[in-house]
């Protein structure tokens, strides 16, 4: 067994979009996610961890219209574990956001 510690996803959706940040290809551990508004104005963004890659479900948010000010960051550590197939999603109320998870992968 290995381990490889990496950036495991990286996204700049369109706004009022939900987007797949990572899907996990093998076990992996999301240790933390980086959010940040590009943006002058204030907005919200949510995260959503999805067991086998199923729809979207009102249980799978960890953050939901979490708001942050314009031009600011929202940094978190937050040890989720992942299955193989397990998907992180992204969403934001601007198209200002950039979305940054990081963790490690079990091979």
Known sequence: MAITYK???QASPSATTET???AAP???IASSIIVCNRGT?????RVSISVNGAATDNKDYIYYDLLIAGNDT???TIGVTLAATDV???YASS???SFSLY???VV
């Open 20 to 22: 797949d940040l990572y």
């Open 7 to 9: 950036v495991l996803g």
């Open 95 to 97: 198209a200002n956001f």
């Open 41 to 45: 104005t204030q907005a919200t963004f």
């Open 26 to 28: 093998a076990a992996a």
């Open 74 to 76: 929202f940094i978190a």
């Open 103 to 105: 963790g490690s992968e």
């Open 88 to 90: 992180v999603r992204v």
